[in-house]
C-alpha cells in the first residue's frame, strides 16, 4: 500500500535548515494499521501531508499503491486523493455553511457520484448522527463534528485512512469513543491506517507503532509504548 525510500525532509529556519526527515524507508501493507509517534515538532505531521501528496520531500521516494507520488501532477495528487484517501485533521475542518449532510455528501459530488445524499445519510447512520444530518458545524459538539468529519472522510470507502491526532481536540470519553469508531470502521472497510498521535492508548491498538525523534523512523512496540 504504501512505500517509502530514502525520504528526507527539512524546512528553512532563520540562517539555517532544520532536518525533520531524514534517510526514511518504510513498507505498509494493506489492511494494517500503524501509528506514529513521536514528541512535538518530530515531523509526525510532516510525514502525514508527504503521504497525501500534500507536500513535498527534498529527496526519495513516495507510493501509493504503486504510484510515485513525484511523478504526479497537481490535478492527479487531487484526483488521488479524492479516489484513494480520507484525510481526517485534528481540527475537524468542516465547512461552516454546509450542514452536516452537505458535509459528508461533498467529496461525493466533486466525484459526480449520483448517489451522493443516499451514500452521505448511510454514513452518518453508520457514525451515529442521523439525526444531526440538518446541523452546522456550529451547533454541533466537538465529538459531534469530529464524527462527521470521518463521515466525510470515509463515505467513499478510501483504500487509505490518514488520520492527524484525531482525537487530540476531545475530552477523554469523547476521545475514546471516536478512537472506537475510527478502529471499527477501518475494519469493515479493510483500509489501511496510518495515524499520527500523542495518545499511547490508542496507538497500542494499532497493528505497528513507529516512533519517529531525530528525523528517524524506529519501530516500537505497544508493551515499550505503556512502559
Given at each position: 500500500?504504501?512505500?517509502?525510500?530514502?525520504?528526507?525532509?527539512?524546512?528553512?529556519v532563520e540562517?539555517?535548515?532544520?532536518?525533520?526527515?531524514?534517510?526514511?524507508?518504510?513498507?505498509?501493507?494493506?489492511?494494517?494499521?500503524?501509528?506514529?509517534?513521536?514528541?512535538?515538532?518530530?515531523?509526525k505531521t510532516?510525514?502525514?501531508?508527504?503521504?497525501?501528496?500534500?507536500?513535498?520531500?527534498?529527496?526519495?521516494?513516495?507510493?501509493?499503491?504503486?504510484?510515485?507520488?513525484?511523478?504526479?501532477?497537481?490535478?492527479?495528487?487531487?484526483?488521488?486523493?479524492?479516489?484513494?484517501?480520507?484525510?481526517?485533521?485534528?481540527?475537524?475542518?468542516?465547512?461552516?455553511?454546509?450542514?452536516?449532510?452537505?458535509?459528508?455528501?461533498?467529496?461525493?459530488?466533486?466525484?459526480?457520484?449520483?448517489?451522493?445524499?443516499?451514500?452521505?445519510?448511510?454514513?452518518l447512520e453508520?457514525?451515529?448522527?442521523?439525526?444531526?444530518?440538518?446541523?452546522?458545524?456550529?451547533?454541533?459538539?466537538?465529538?459531534?463534528?469530529?464524527?462527521?468529519?470521518?463521515?466525510?472522510?470515509?463515505?467513499?470507502?478510501?483504500?487509505?485512512?490518514?488520520?492527524?491526532?484525531?482525537?487530540?481536540?476531545?475530552?477523554?470519553?469523547?476521545?475514546?469513543?471516536?478512537?472506537?469508531?475510527?478502529?471499527?470502521?477501518?475494519?469493515?472497510?479493510?483500509?489501511?491506517?496510518?495515524?499520527?498521535?500523542?495518545?499511547?492508548?490508542?496507538?497500542?491498538?494499532?497493528?505497528?507503532?513507529?516512533?519517529?525523534?531525530?528525523?528517524?523512523?524506529?519501530?516500537?512496540?505497544?508493551?515499550?509504548?505503556?512502559?
Open positions: 500500500m504504501i512505500g517509502l525510500r530514502n525520504v528526507q525532509m527539512s524546512y528553512p540562517q539555517s535548515r532544520i532536518t525533520v526527515l531524514e534517510d526514511v524507508n518504510l513498507d505498509i501493507s494493506s489492511g494494517e494499521s500503524v501509528a506514529v509517534i513521536g514528541p512535538s515538532g518530530s515531523g510532516t510525514l502525514l501531508l508527504l503521504l497525501a501528496g500534500l507536500d513535498h520531500p527534498d529527496a526519495g521516494s513516495i507510493e501509493i499503491q504503486g504510484t510515485r507520488l513525484d511523478t504526479q501532477s497537481a490535478d492527479e495528487l487531487a484526483n488521488l486523493r479524492r479516489d484513494r484517501m480520507g484525510i481526517v485533521f485534528q481540527s475537524f475542518h468542516l465547512i461552516p455553511s454546509l450542514t452536516a449532510l452537505g458535509n459528508v455528501m461533498l467529496p461525493l459530488e466533486i466525484a459526480g457520484a449520483t448517489n451522493a445524499e443516499t451514500n452521505a445519510h448511510d454514513m453508520r457514525v451515529g448522527l442521523e439525526h444531526r444530518e440538518s446541523h452546522y458545524p456550529t451547533q454541533l459538539s466537538g465529538g459531534e463534528q469530529q464524527r462527521v468529519a470521518i463521515a466525510r472522510a470515509l463515505v467513499h470507502t478510501p483504500p487509505l485512512i490518514l488520520a492527524d491526532e484525531p482525537t487530540g481536540n476531545l475530552d477523554k470519553e469523547t476521545g475514546r469513543a471516536i478512537s472506537d469508531l475510527l478502529f471499527e470502521l477501518h475494519d469493515s472497510l479493510g483500509s489501511t491506517l496510518v495515524l499520527v498521535t500523542h495518545d499511547v492508548a490508542l496507538a497500542s491498538r494499532c497493528d505497528r507503532q513507529l516512533r519517529l525523534d531525530g528525523g528517524s523512523l524506529v519501530e516500537t512496540n505497544a508493551h515499550a509504548l505503556s512502559a
